[in-house]
């Protein structure tokens, strides 16, 4: 897990709030991926950055803004978010994207979040 | 949608017993993954199995894949306390991904 690191690893905001969440890939990765995990729920995609540049946003609300300044870093910008929002945060690199499945991802820890 | 989904949600048995969880999708794969994840943490890969494949074994752990049924089974043998864990297949094609909902599979010592 030390080869992505998560910040923080619990947040709680209230609904008017901004936060972001960061995470950091020492594996030198290519590609890095935003993930939600609700309880009873498929990890969902939330984003895709290969190079530095997004090549996936799956229908996230606009309240989700993610950044990738460089390929070691992503953020997580986090503004008026509703208690559904509510969730594990998992950020993970991979060596390449897309490649049919048969990239291997790495997790950080994840950010627990809990939006009062 | 393609998501795997593992049967069954939830499993609990003897230390040194065998687990044997399944997963099954809906349309053709190129690749399909098997991973853990610790209470509240990240998860970790565990093997990977192509569509080409029928069976593959990690130390302890035997994947089966068989793409005429859509389903693939990951059976982890003399289970062990820290085996506890949830378990999560991951099919591919293409540029998707998609991680199922997980089985949670608990080992009493």
């Known amino acids: 897990e030390t080869g992505v690191t998560q910040t923080p690893r619990h947040l709680v905001m209230g609904m008017t709030n901004k936060k972001s969440l960061k995470c950091e890939q020492h594996?030198?990765?290519?590609?890095m991926y935003w993930y939600k995990q609700s309880a009873k729920k498929p990890l969902e995609l939330m984003f895709v950055?290969?190079?530095?540049?997004?090549?996936e946003n799956n229908s996230v609300p606009s309240r989700f803004s993610p950044e990738c300044p460089n390929s070691s870093h992503l953020f997580l910008h986090l503004h008026t978010l509703q208690p559904e929002d509510s969730a594990l945060y998992l950020c993970?690199?991979?060596?390449?994207?897309?490649?049919?499945?048969?990239?291997?991802?790495?997790f950080g820890p994840g950010t627990r979040l809990l939006v009062l | 949608s393609q998501q795997g989904e593992e049967d069954p949600q939830a499993l609990s048995i003897q230390e040194g017993e065998n687990a044997t969880m399944n997963c099954s999708y809906k349309t053709s794969i190129n690749n399909l993954q098997w991973y853990r994840q610790n209470s509240g943490r990240g998860l970790v890969h565990l093997i990977l199995i192509r569509s080409n494949e029928r069976e593959k074994h990690s130390g302890r752990l035997r994947v089966t894949l068989d793409t005429s049924k859509k389903s693939s089974s990951l059976l982890i043998t003399a289970s062990r306390a820290a085996d506890t864990a949830s378990y999560f297949c991951a099919t591919g094609t293409g540029n998707q991904f998609y991680f199922g909902t997980g089985t949670s599979l608990t080992v009493i010592p």
């Open positions: 993970a690199s991979s060596q390449a994207w897309g490649a049919e499945g048969k990239e291997t991802q790495y």
């Open positions: 594996l030198g990765h290519n590609a």
């Open positions: 950055y290969s190079l530095e540049e997004r090549v």
